[in-house]
């Protein structure tokens, strides 16, 4: 795998959880949150309250200098600051993932040369690797719809479903 490490928002840790599959984000040597999003999902008891004290979990507080960069982020994107966090953390460390569902994230990420990840994203990484069978890929993707929050159409994950087939004959 090319990328070890990676920036997480909320959303996968959140909906990882919800699926009972949170050691997904092992894929990663080292996932960062920023202070923000940690206390997000502490403060709030979010699922993935536990989880997010694991490895490869690692919380970090935002320079002043990074800091500065997620409020032009957030000023020039109408992001929140939480939001615009995690891009500073990624873009101004030169982390070249971000793992998010958050479909504004997404393209904010995209625009500033960072690629975003999702929680689907995650789980066909874990199947590359072999640390993910098939089966149990097709059992998470179909619970991303029946078990967690992350808004995502049955369409989206059929056609995920056929694609990781189609790489499975190969």
Same mark, same amino acid.
């Given at each position: ?10 959303? &996968? ?8 599959? !949170? /050691?997904? !984000?092992?894929? !990663? ?16 008891? $979010? +699922?993935? #309250?536990?989880?997010? @004290? ?12 990074? /800091? %500065? ?5 957030? $000023? ?17 460390? *030169?982390? +070249?993932?971000? $793992?998010? @569902? @958050? ?12 690629? +975003?990840?999702?929680?689907?994203? %995650?789980?066909? /990484?874990? #199947?590359?690797?072999?640390?993910? =069978? ?5 059992? #998470? ?5 029946? @078990? =967690? *929050? $992350?808004?995502?159409? &049955? ?6 479903k056929k694609e990781v087939k189609r790489y499975r004959k190969k």
């Amino acid at each position: 795998m090319a990328n070890k490490t990676g920036v997480s928002d909320t959303g &996968p840790i959140i909906h990882l959880s919800e699926i009972n599959h !949170f /050691r997904s !984000f092992r894929v !990663f040597q080292k996932v960062f949150v920023t202070y923000e999003t940690y206390m997000e999902v502490k403060s709030k008891k $979010l +699922p993935g #309250y536990n989880e997010i @004290d694991s490895k490869p979990i690692i919380p970090v507080h935002l320079t002043e200098q990074e /800091r %500065i960069v997620a409020e032009g982020i957030s $000023l020039e994107y109408n992001l929140k600051i939480n939001d615009a966090t995690v891009i500073a953390l990624s873009k101004c460390r *030169s982390i +070249p993932v971000l $793992l998010t @569902d @958050d479909l504004d994230v997404r393209e904010c990420a995209k625009h500033v040369g960072i690629k +975003p990840v999702g929680s689907i994203g %995650i789980l066909l /990484r874990a #199947y590359r690797e072999n640390k993910l =069978s098939y089966e149990k890929l097709m059992h #998470y993707l179909d619970s991303l719809i029946t @078990d =967690s *929050s $992350l808004f995502i159409t &049955p369409r989206l994950i059929k056609r995920v479903k056929k694609e990781v087939k189609r790489y499975r004959k190969k």
